[in-house]
């Protein structure tokens, strides 16, 4: 009988053989990979029910190695062997979950098993929104066994003209249904999702000019000036979370989650402990440090971009940005690209595409690269001055 601790490495040292074998776990009783001739492993937790030898012998797949890692097999066997001793049958309980559950209850169970506790506020909530607004709609009354790849295919080819919202909905079903095979509600290897091609994204690109830089500016300026003595129709805090976004290149989430505490005014830097891509410096200039400094500071709120209930932050600016941006003729602009903007301005003084990934808070260099045009217009603009320059030469030596 082959024995070993079961881990990555030993999993990715077993070879096929001529036949069927196992190899079992020398610490948890039971636990062992079925390893087949075609290659293929297999996670199993072989037991017996209660009563002992006179038990039912059971040796239900806990998953595939491939879509289960060793770590995450080990857990739901300690799980089984927790439920064994109280006298439960893991695999008897496992088949009428695989019967009966709905994929409404599995949307719930991603969330909280999964979403609460590995996602960010920010996409937490926009997962939220994607199972209420568009799977629950479609697939919460099915049964998560019967869910095909057919009906799956039909659902998204109907969302073809917002190709954007289908292909994150389809990735977040994919994601419920692989953890939907992890838990045991569906056989190892059967997510339907699975070869079903997302639509063509066109990535969005809009950049202010100078001119329409101007007239935001200036439609900033009079609501400032219009709330004085009046009921605002724009809080001041939107007002000047709007002049940050377009000063710092930052992320709406990073604004609005800006505390007093992470900015340093001596140094002209914020560092924000938790970003998207982690922990980050938000480099300041001296007219976002102006902005800044004019915030009326809240006491007992740490944020600097207050809200209406007393120490919390604003929870979101489309409203004010649907007033603003109408009233500035700009009603095509989303606040997102005011980071573009950010980003276009920095391409057009010159600055190379990791001096533009580092102010905007970017991991990979791959994101970055969406801006490549931009730096290349300014070098071929450079280029075209210099070829003038030397032409110039040659007519005065002419």
């Given at each position: 009988m082959d024995k070993t601790r079961i881990s990555r490495r030993a999993v990715d040292a077993m070879t096929p053989r001529d036949k069927r074998y196992y190899v079992w776990d020398t610490q948890l009783a039971g636990f062992g990979v079925k390893v087949l001739p075609s290659g293929r492993k297999t996670f199993v937790y072989k037991y017996r029910t209660s009563g002992g030898r006179a038990g039912v012998g059971r040796e239900p797949v806990i998953g595939v190695d491939g879509t289960v890692t060793p770590d995450q097999a080990r857990k739901v066997a300690q799980h089984w062997a927790a439920k064994i001793a109280l006298g439960e049958d893991p695999a008897a309980d496992r088949q009428t979950a695989r019967s009966s559950e709905r994929m409404s209850e599995l949307f719930e169970r991603y969330l909280r098993d999964h979403a609460e506790l590995h996602k960010k506020p920010t996409s937490l909530r926009n997962d939220r929104a994607t199972i209420e607004n568009m799977l629950r709609p479609a697939f919460g009354a099915t049964r998560v066994k019967d869910i095909t790849r057919g009906e799956i295919a039909k659902w998204h080819s109907k969302l073809r003209e917002t190709p954007y919202a289908a292909n994150r909905a389809?990735?977040?079903?994919?994601?419920?249904?692989?953890?939907?095979?992890?838990?045991?509600?569906?056989?190892?290897?059967?997510?339907?999702?699975?070869?079903?091609?997302?639509?063509?994204?066109?990535?969005?690109?809009?950049?202010?000019?100078?001119?329409?830089?101007?007239?935001?500016?200036?439609?900033?300026?009079?609501?400032?000036?219009?709330?004085?003595?009046?009921?605002?129709?724009?809080?001041?805090?939107?007002?000047?979370?709007?002049?940050?976004?377009?000063?710092?290149?930052?992320?709406?989430?990073?604004?609005?989650?800006?505390?007093?505490?992470?900015?340093?005014?001596?140094?002209?830097?914020?560092?924000?402990?938790?970003?998207?891509?982690?922990?980050?410096?938000?480099?300041?200039?001296?007219?976002?440090?102006?902005?800044?400094?004019?915030?009326?500071?809240?006491?007992?709120?740490?944020?600097?971009?207050?809200?209406?209930?007393?120490?919390?932050?604003?929870?979101?600016?489309?409203?004010?940005?649907?007033?603003?941006?109408?009233?500035?003729?700009l009603q095509d602009v989303r606040l997102h690209d005011l980071r573009h903007s950010y980003a276009s301005v920095a391409a057009a003084a010159g600055m190379s595409l990791p001096q533009i990934g580092a102010l905007l808070g970017h991991n990979s260099p791959q994101t970055t690269a969406r801006y490549a045009h931009l730096a290349d217009s300014v070098q071929h603009q450079s280029a075209a001055e210099i070829g003038a320059r030397i032409g110039r030469t040659r007519e005065v030596n002419s």
């Open positions: 389809l990735a977040l079903l994919s994601k419920a249904l692989n953890l939907a095979e992890v838990w045991g509600l569906r056989e190892p290897g059967s997510n339907p999702c699975r070869q079903i091609k997302k639509f063509k994204e066109e990535r969005r690109e809009r950049y202010l000019s100078e001119a329409e830089f101007g007239r935001l500016f200036d439609v900033l300026d009079e609501a400032e000036i219009g709330d004085q003595g009046a009921q605002p129709v724009v809080s001041p805090y939107a007002i000047a979370a709007i002049r940050l976004l377009i000063l710092t290149g930052a992320r709406t989430s990073e604004i609005l989650g800006l505390q007093w505490d992470w900015v340093d005014f001596e140094s002209n830097v914020a560092v924000l402990p938790d970003s998207k891509t982690g922990r980050r410096t938000l480099y300041l200039s001296s007219e976002a440090m102006a902005v800044l400094t004019q915030i009326p500071r809240l006491e007992d709120n740490p944020f600097v971009i207050a809200g209406s209930k007393a120490g919390r932050a604003l929870v979101n600016l489309k409203r004010p940005w649907t007033i603003l941006r109408a009233t500035a003729g």
